[in-house]
Nanobody, 124 residues
Framework: QVQLGESGGGLVQAGGALRPSCVAS????????MGWFRQPPGEEREFVVA????????YHTGAVEGRFTISRNNAVNTVSLQMNSLRPEDTAVYYCAAARTGTVTRRGEAYVFWGQGTQVTVSS
């Protein structure tokens, strides 16, 4: 079982940056693709970005293209989300999640372990 814990959200002005991170406990972290999802206020959860178990393959949504970057360090069981040029529409609870396999995917149903989320609020 993979247990996940996010941190690093917060309040930032438009144009600023944040880097939430997700630390996993367990012995098989590198075997799981890792994704970041977000749920804006009053909206459904949506895919943001993901990386394969090795970090060699990545997907991202067009809404964050050129602004958000996912990275993972399998030596310390950590995946991070570098968020630059933040906009008010990026405001959401951000969740990290581990997929069942190491194959990168943007499908939420493929992710079986979820963190509790970290709040990101971007002010105008």
């Amino acid at each position: 079982q993979v247990q996940l814990g996010e941190s690093g959200g917060g309040l930032v002005q438009a144009g600023g940056a944040l880097r939430p991170s997700c630390v996993a406990s367990g012995r098989t972290f590198r075997r799981h693709a890792m994704g970041w999802f977000r749920q804006p206020p009053g909206e459904e959860r949506e895919f943001v970005v993901a990386t394969s178990g090795s970090g060699g393959n990545l997907y991202h949504t067009g809404a964050v293209e050129g602004r958000f970057t996912i990275s993972r360090n399998n030596a310390v069981n950590t995946v991070s989300l570098q968020m630059n040029s933040l906009r008010p529409e990026d405001t959401a609870v951000y969740y990290c999640a581990a997929a069942r396999t190491g194959t990168v995917t943007r499908r939420g149903e493929a992710y079986v372990f979820w963190g509790q989320g970290t709040q990101v609020t971007v002010s105008s």
